[in-house]
């Protein structure tokens, strides 16, 4: 686990662009990259959230914090985050963390509510990445953080549509990783468990109803995620014990690679066609 940085003395590496940060994990992120040495962007809707921690943050780390006020599950207002994207060029890091989720089952769930939460998790998520990224490539550094789920690679424990997004920010992640790995542009999926944060209520599901062995507080996860993107880690799950696991998770997903586009159906389909 990484040990927290609390001194406000680090060197400068320009502006980090924190989505959902007005509670839980986004204003951990915001916290600890200001004790690292960044500037900050916060956006999230609750403007006077935003305005208290940017004020905090600014007096105890004498970082320039800016706050932007915006609903990314409104076009509009991801497309002004876009521009200033493409155009601010102090900005080195993108943490896209702002996301909701369900626990409802899904034939229980309201299909509006459910394209909300693509529209947020998926759709925005999609567009500030392609707004940040080529100016990344063309000056040869950034790094973009995207805060996927567990449920990326177990969608049957919440909502699964919750989950469905959740595997787009981890296949996402892995492609602009696969595609970006030689620019000297850094991506991260990070995969948290259960977190103690707002999310659980407006989910509609209590954290404290939760077995407490699953759940971990914010600073915690944003501490050990940060320390996974210290070591190279392009996936961080903060709770998993051994990282071997996810290789082998990994290695098992690439022998399929092979066998997964062929001109001939298996034998065992043409045995039952016959
Ligand atoms: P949270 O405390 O509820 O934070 C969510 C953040 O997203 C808030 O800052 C919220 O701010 C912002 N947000 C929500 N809707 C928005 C919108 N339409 N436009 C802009 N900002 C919006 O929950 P959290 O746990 O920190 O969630 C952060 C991320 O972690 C999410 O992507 C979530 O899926 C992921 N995650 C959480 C857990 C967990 O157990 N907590 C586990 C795995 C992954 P405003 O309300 O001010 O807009």
């Known amino acids: 686990m990484a040990t927290t940085q609390t001194t406000a003395d680090q060197s400068h590496r320009g502006t980090a662009l924190i989505t959902g940060a007005s509670s839980g994990i986004g204003a951990i992120y915001a916290d600890r990259l200001a004790r690292r040495g960044y500037d900050l962007i916060l956006v999230a809707r609750n403007r006077e959230r935003l305005d208290t921690l940017a004020g905090r943050l600014t007096s105890e780390t004498g970082r320039s914090v800016?706050?932007?006020?915006?609903?990314?599950?409104?076009?509009?207002?991801?497309?002004?985050?876009?521009t200033l994207l493409r155009e601010d060029a102090s900005i080195t890091l993108l943490v896209n963390n702002a996301g909701i989720g369900a626990a409802a089952p899904l034939l229980q769930s309201?299909?509006?509510?459910?394209?909300?939460?693509?529209?947020?998790?998926?759709?925005?998520?999609?567009?500030?990445?392609?707004?940040?990224?080529?100016?990344?490539?063309?000056?040869?550094?950034?790094?973009?953080?995207?805060?996927?789920?567990?449920?990326?690679?177990?969608?049957?424990?919440?909502?699964?549509?919750?989950?469905?997004?959740?595997?787009?920010v981890l296949a996402f992640t892995q492609s602009l990783q696969h595609e970006l790995a030689a620019s000297?542009?850094?991506?991260?999926?990070?995969?948290?468990?259960?977190?103690?944060?707002?999310?659980?209520?407006?989910?509609?599901?209590?954290?404290d109803n939760l077995p407490q062995a699953w759940v971990m507080?914010?600073?915690?996860?944003?501490?050990?995620?940060?320390?996974?993107?210290?070591?190279?880690?392009?996936?961080?799950?903060?709770?998993?014990?051994?990282?071997?696991?996810?290789?082998?998770?990994?290695?098992?997903?690439?022998?399929?690679?092979?066998?997964?586009?062929?001109?001939e159906p298996a034998a065992r389909f043409k045995a039952a066609a016959a």
Do not use: C
């Open 66 to 82: 800016e706050v932007v006020a915006a609903d990314l599950a409104r076009d509009a207002d991801v497309r002004r985050l876009e």
């Open 184 to 207: 000297g542009v850094r991506v991260q999926a990070v995969l948290p468990g259960a977190t103690r944060t707002d999310f659980w209520e407006v989910a509609g599901h209590s954290v």
């Open 217 to 263: 507080s914010a600073a915690d996860m944003v501490d050990a995620s940060l320390s996974g993107f210290d070591q190279g880690e392009v996936v961080t799950i903060p709770s998993l014990p051994e990282a071997a696991d996810w290789q082998a998770f990994e290695a098992a997903r690439a022998a399929l690679g092979p066998n997964l586009s062929r001109s």
């Open 110 to 168: 309201d299909v509006d509510k459910m394209e909300a939460m693509i529209a947020l998790n998926v759709t925005a998520l999609t567009r500030l990445t392609y707004a940040v990224a080529p100016a990344f490539v063309a000056r040869g550094t950034g790094a973009i953080i995207n805060i996927a789920s567990i449920v990326a690679v177990a969608p049957e424990l919440l909502n699964g549509v919750y989950g469905g997004s959740k595997a787009f």
